[in-house]
């Protein structure tokens, strides 16, 4: 089936730093989606892409949907505690009505 | 707005006996609800797609029998672990479309299932 493969699995930052992360897949999305997941919660959408080559800003995060509908990056800058959880990346396929498929996740630690 | 709520939060079950676990939507008609199961340090894996008043849709390699859903509302789906065993223990996440104009899914907070 369709895989989702999501760099890094975890990073170690300080306070302050920016981080990036990026899902790659050999088949074509029609739309990507960041989610953040805090321990013991279900996820909570961040940011939707829509259309290929488009970079969507909230707030500190940015995404890009890569042009070729396989690839997608996050970047969080000025990083705070709050910032603190999981992050996975999701396609939606152009077949098959609304079906995710959910990358493994990275994990970020911020230390103070 | 855009609320789906899940119950219970966590649940500790006997090995052998079977768990119930609802899924609501509070305030919008959920036209699709879907079923995610989450082991701990890995990614959700989509479990079924359900639609009001029809049979749920599987995922490969998903027991239909074991895991029996029942979507009879639109706000209220729910997932029964049949004769549940330790290695069915896992964090069941539940989400809902149906919300205004978009597909997009809005996801509950999660039933921790353990199996002694």
């Known amino acids: 089936g369709q895989q989702l493969n999501q760099s890094p699995q975890s990073m170690f930052i300080q306070e302050g730093e920016d981080v990036s992360m990026n899902c790659t897949s050999s088949s074509i999305f029609n739309t990507w989606l960041w989610y953040k997941q805090d321990p013991g919660e279900g996820p909570v959408l961040l940011i939707a892409?829509?259309?290929?080559?488009e970079l969507t800003s909230n707030g500190r995060l940015t995404a890009q949907f890569g042009i070729t509908r396989k690839d997608s990056f996050l970047n969080i800058s000025a990083s705070i505690p709050s910032d603190v959880g999981i992050y996975f990346c999701?396609?939606?396929?152009?077949?098959?009505?609304?079906?995710?498929?959910f990358g493994q996740g990275t994990r970020l630690t911020i230390n103070p | 707005g855009a609320v789906v709520s899940q119950h219970p939060s966590w649940v500790i079950c006997k090995s052998g006996t079977s768990v119930k676990i609802e899924c609501r939507s509070l305030d919008f008609q959920a036209t699709t609800m879907f079923w995610y199961r989450q082991f701990p340090k890995q990614s959700l894996m989509l479990m079924a797609t359900s639609n009001e008043g029809s049979k749920a849709t599987y995922e490969q390699g998903v027991e239909k029998d074991k895991f029996l859903i029942n979507h009879a509302s639109l706000t209220l789906s729910t997932l029964t672990v049949t004769s549940a065993h330790p290695e069915d223990s896992s964090f069941y996440i539940c989400?809902?479309?149906?919300?205004?104009?978009?597909?997009?899914?809005?996801f509950g907070p999660g039933t921790r299932l353990t199996v002694l």
């Open positions: 989400s809902a479309t149906g919300a205004g104009s978009s597909d997009e899914q809005f």
């Open positions: 999701a396609g939606q396929l152009i077949q098959g009505a609304q079906k995710l498929v």
């Open positions: 892409l829509y259309k290929a080559g």
